[in-house]
C-alpha cells in the first residue's frame, strides 16, 4: 500500500508541475493580450497548487518533493523575470 500512495504523490507532484511550467509560459507569452489578467490569475493559482502539492509531500515524507521544489523555484524565477527592453534613468532626462 506505501507504494501505491507514493506513486500518487508521484503523479500528482508531475501534473501540478505541468500545469503550473504550462500556466507560466501562457502567462508570459499572454502579456499583451486580451486575457492577461485571466492568465496571471491562473498562473498564481497554480503557483498555490504546486506549493500545497510541494508541502504535501514533504510532509508525507515522498521523495518526489524535489521535483515540486524544482518547479516551485522555476515558477517564481519565470513569474518575476523581466526580459523587456531596459531603459536607464539617465535616458528619460
Do not use: K
Amino acid at each position: 500500500m506505501p507504494h501505491d500512495n507514493e506513486a500518487l504523490i508521484f503523479w500528482t507532484i508531475l501534473a501540478t508541475q505541468f500545469a503550473g511550467l504550462s500556466s507560466l509560459i501562457v502567462a508570459r507569452l499572454g502579456e499583451r493580450s486580451w486575457g492577461a489578467d485571466a492568465f496571471r490569475r491562473t498562473f498564481f493559482v497554480c503557483l498555490l497548487a504546486v506549493g500545497l502539492a510541494t508541502v504535501s509531500a514533504i510532509h508525507l515524507q515522498s521523495a518526489s518533493w524535489l521535483l515540486g521544489a524544482a518547479t516551485l523555484g522555476l515558477m517564481a524565477v519565470g513569474g518575476t523575470l523581466d526580459c523587456g527592453a531596459h531603459r536607464s534613468a539617465a535616458a528619460e532626462f
